[in-house]
């Protein structure tokens, strides 16, 4: 399964780097699973020192109240679809697979599009 986690802009700030975008798509077994990844890339559910008026930049799958999906997606679509349609100006992901492998788009998105 994987589970989408959606950074908030807290503070008007977005974080991005090789692991962390504004969509982190992570592959697990279990809610607990991907949290326990998620932990270990850089995202963190404490909400410390994020903006009081914008809220915590992360939320925790077992709190978010979503489940996870079959393909990566965000916001009932694939995430490859949901970039596109955004023309891939404002919104990156990550995909973390379970064999390690990180996936960055929108760089690639046409051509994971092509294998759907």
């Known amino acids: 399964m994987f589970f989408t986690y959606r950074q908030n802009n807290t503070g008007g700030i977005f974080h991005?780097?090789?692991n962390i975008a504004h969509f982190v798509i992570i592959e697990a077994e279990?809610?607990?699973a991907?949290?326990?990844k998620a932990k270990n890339i850089g995202l963190y559910f404490d909400g410390f020192n994020d903006?009081?008026?914008?809220?915590?930049r992360w939320v925790?799958?077992?709190y978010c109240g979503e489940s996870g999906t079959t393909k990566p997606s965000a916001y009932g679509k694939s995430i490859k679809d949901f970039l596109l349609e955004k023309n891939s100006s404002v919104y990156e992901a990550r995909i973390h697979y379970k064999n390690?492998?990180?996936e960055k788009l929108?760089?690639?998105?046409n051509k994971l599009l092509a294998r759907e």
């Open 16 to 18: 991005v780097n090789d």
């Open 51 to 56: 903006c009081e008026c914008c809220g915590a």
């Open 60 to 62: 925790s799958m077992r």
């Open 34 to 36: 991907s949290d326990i």
């Open 106 to 109: 929108p760089d690639n998105a």
């Open 30 to 32: 279990s809610e607990e």
């Open 100 to 102: 390690g492998k990180v």
